[in-house]
């Protein structure tokens, strides 16, 4: 069984008290889980940050239970998951369908996929949505770092001299950070559109 | 660059950005976080009575001398407000979103956040008068010298307030808003309190007339009635007491008078407005009594509690009948 060894020692950081550790727990993991609670809460934005407050306060309570069998962001989605199922059961409201994707397809035939003419079928138009959100959804589940410097440089338009200035490395440093953060957002973005061509062909035959 | 980089970045390019926090929220959420991680790990101990958030932004001193730290529009340093009252911890949010303790703060900012932590309070004086006050968690942006942001909590609004209570201007009233997720909360002439949790938005009016311009349904209320806005429905309008439980807070936000030289009569007329209660006279010599009657000194306590300590030395005798304090000659 895999042991995620840096989410272990964050957390045994934390544990001792350490301010800095509280600092990366919270900058790595808030703004994730409110885009994780937002998409389940209708895109309610006071809600979603509740819920992720509330995941957090929760996680912090339950530190000494987190045993880095999965990384700490897949132990914290797993409470927050709750956390918003008890979160629209108080607020009386019917929990929504999500839609979940796992499994693998070529990025190149997600491309292909985005760059339909206009006309396209419904189920043309659902794909290229939900490949669009997927892009979002993969960078979460990627390291923060990583995840960051892909949106930084490909979505934002930043140079590499700016994202090293951001984290205060040098400029190969941040060549090399991206090189792998391509590599892991390829490897996770085919894991999900896949499970999404999946879905899409299930509801096909249905 | 190969052709899996290449469709990779161009997969990447037609993405937006990911939907991130307000910097009020994730400041707010990283001190709720911290104080409950610092009682797990015991590097602080809270007290039980202290809401998680409140307690951890202790340890954060401000400094006000850095001035420059608070978020204050660099073009215009405007100001909005004035604190005549506080108790309990008062944050503001500084830079990189973190909630700095601001206990001693004065003066309040257009572009400035403000957030009370637990059993905590404030009164304002707004520049373009009226008296302002935040119950306890609560977070507020001071938008422009017309309008704050409700981000969540309680809010209090009384456009014109009693004399007694120094630096308010009651002769040239500007217009006040109140915004919220809801929508834009406006009065007309009022004492009104609006509320705003994570699902619904409620004002309640004391005096005047409050019209909400909502973000799907327009509504008003009159003096005695709440209106309530959750989620996309229709609001409602309810009949509510103008005095009571509900009420309470804003009496332990009321700020100093000076009652030095003014009249028992008037001292009165504040108590009623800040319960939100009616002043009757037994009769008319009595209310000619009250007139005559000089006070000296200040009133530093609540209104409830000024009330019983001023008027036992004051020979009156008064009492609470529903919406009503009626006052007498003792006997």
Known sequence: ?206 | MSNVDESLEQLLSKASPRPVPDDVATAVAREAVRAEWQAVTGKHRTKKNMVGFAVAATILVAVFSLFNQFRVPDTAMVQVASIQKSFGPIFIVGEQSVLTRADNLEVIHAGQTIVTGEESGIAFAWAEGGSLRFDANTTVEFRDDDSVYLHSGRVYFDSTPSELISGIDVADIGSFKIETKYGVVSHVGTQFMTQLESDELRVSVREGRVAVVGTYYPGTALRGQQLKFSGRQRPVVLDILEYGDAWDWIGRTSPTIDVDGRSAHEFLDWIGRELGRNIEYSDETMEQLARKAILKGRVVDEPAIALRQRMATAAFEWRYEEGTIYVSISE
Request: with cysteine.
């Open chain 1, 1 to 206: 069984m895999a042991v995620y060894l840096d989410d272990k020692k964050l957390i045994k950081q934390l544990l001792a008290g350490d301010e800095p550790a509280f600092e990366r727990f919270f900058e790595e993991n808030f703004a994730r889980l409110y885009r994780f609670a937002l998409v389940r809460l209708s895109d309610d934005p006071d809600a979603a940050r509740e819920v992720a407050q509330i995941t957090l306060t929760r996680a912090v309570r339950k530190l000494r239970t987190y045993r880095a069998e999965s990384a700490l962001f897949t132990w914290l989605c797993a409470i927050c998951r709750n956390e918003t199922s008890d979160w629209l059961a108080k607020q009386g409201r019917y929990r929504e369908h999500i839609v979940l994707v796992e499994d693998y397809p070529e990025v190149q035939a997600a491309v292909d996929s985005l760059q339909l003419p206009e006309q396209m079928s419904p189920e043309h138009h659902y794909r290229r949505v939900e490949l669009l959100r997927l892009i979002q959804v993969t960078l979460d589940k990627l390291p923060p770092r990583y995840g960051d410097v892909l949106e930084w440089k490909y979505i934002e338009g930043h140079s590499i001299k700016e994202i090293s200035g951001k984290l205060d490395i040098g400029d190969e440093a941040t060549q090399s950070l991206l090189a792998r953060a391509k590599r892991a957002f390829s490897d996770v973005y085919s894991t999900l559109s896949n499970g999404l061509d999946q879905q899409l062909n299930e509801l096909a035959k249905s």
